[in-house]
């Protein structure tokens, strides 16, 4: 018994060793796209560069503040300020980061909000898919069903773990051309990056579960080998 529980123990301390956790946050240009501040809304077209740290891509988008449209429900995930990927009407619209530092070969958590809204008089614009692209290749959508039945906003949290590729990233988010997505009403917002790292254990110096079972092995071995040589 004693033996399984130690054995179990360090079975533990092996699989904790592995488990990620935030070690410091990475820096990703404006993501909360709070700069430059803005009165109410304003459209932006591919290739525009005024949103500070990203450059507009695929089609016509919408900066907006809460106080646009914030008394009929559509307001920002965090702070003041969001994006709004479909413009007017359209789907396909985005924004590309500029390059920012990251370390090669190290693992990072990616953190984003895509929003669909339920509009006071209008009702609600549908479900969104928000597409992800990390240094110019595709890492797959993401989809907020919409959970309102009354004006609001449902914000909800996108999570992707991946390894940096390089001294800088870029990051590209988009909304999808699928139909099954809003062709009016994709939000983004609060896009955050946190870099990740095992779990040092206090235990860490304790053999490997493999190594403690052949030792306890060779340990059993030596004793009945003893007592043979007793008889």
Known sequence: MKKHRLLTRLASVALTGLVAVPASAAIVPNGGFE????????????????????????NTISFQDS???????????????????????????????????????TNYRLQFDIGAFF???QGSY???????????????????????SGPGSDWETETFDFIAAGATTTLEFRSSLSTASSDLGVGLDNIRMTELAAVSSPLQGLPEPTSALLLAAGLTGLGGIRRFARR
């Open 67 to 105: 106080a646009a449209f914030g008394g009929l429900g559509v307001v920002a995930s965090e702070g003041s300020q969001f994006l709004e990927l479909t413009g007017i009407v359209g789907r396909g619209g985005g924004v590309r980061s500029d390059p920012f530092s990251t370390v090669n070969g």
């Open 119 to 121: 509009v006071a008089g």
């Open 126 to 148: 549908g479900d969104v898919i928000v597409d992800l692209w990390i240094d110019g290749v595709a890492r797959g959508s993401f989809t907020n069903l919409i959970g309102l």
């Open 35 to 58: 700069s430059p501040d803005i009165a109410s809304w304003t459209l932006k077209s591919p290739g525009d560069t005024g949103i500070t740290g990203w450059t507009v891509v695929g």
